[in-house]
């Protein structure tokens, strides 16, 4: 990607959802420059997840628009009108998304490799020997190298959960979705995860968007955090700022409750 290329990685134009009669999100602005590290915080029922959920495509907005690299995501304007974009279009531009869920969500009857080669091998068409010569450099990375033929079930939660995280980053994603990735974790096993996504965070330009209730996590990856009240951003600022003096009487009771 060029220097000098600002298309955000991410854009929110005017996004409403609705669940029935509620309203969750109304007229949602905001962009996630390339290469941010963009953490949502905020009470429950905020909108955190509905907003990760709508990247996922596991839900659609009501209106408005989601761009990603500049691209129309599910919907765009045409003849003045809000349209879906075709299915084809649609898995091309999802493809530059990865995801990392709270319940790991690998396929327990494959192995670790095979759990990380196969969207490669199925989606991209990437010849098998070179799908696997990337799996076992991202092994290396999340620290699984010796885990390469084991069965999902023998791995700890957090051994599997860096195995979701190498296979989401086995597709290359230019942005990474991270839904509440330690909450299913012991605590004695979530270091180590947010160890791996710093290292991550470290060592590619990889776009982050992360909904966590673990302010740590927030403060050692992030470099923007997004409070959320009520479907809307009441406040942004660096983690450093946020976390020591957050500005607003929301954000500060909510940090009071969390921390
Ligand atoms: P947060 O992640 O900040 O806790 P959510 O995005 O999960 O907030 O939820 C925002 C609101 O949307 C809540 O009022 C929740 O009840 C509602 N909601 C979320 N998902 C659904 C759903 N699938 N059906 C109905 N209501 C939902």
Redesign the pocket.
Known sequence: MPDNDTTPAIEFQGVGKR?GD?V?LDGLNFTVAKGDRVTLI?P???????ILRLLMTLEEANDGLILVDGQPYTHEIRGGKRVAISEKRRSLVRRRVGMVFQQFNLFPNMSVLENIIEAPIHVLGIPKAQAVARAEDLLEKVGLADKRDARCTQLSGGQQQRVAIARALAMEPEILLLDEVTSALDPELVADVLGVLRNIAETTDITMLI?THEMQFAREVSNRVLM?DGGKIIEEAHPEAIFTSPEHERTQEFLRAVL
């Open positions: 669940f509620n969750v905020g429950s029922g905020s909108g955190k997840t509905t909904v959320f």
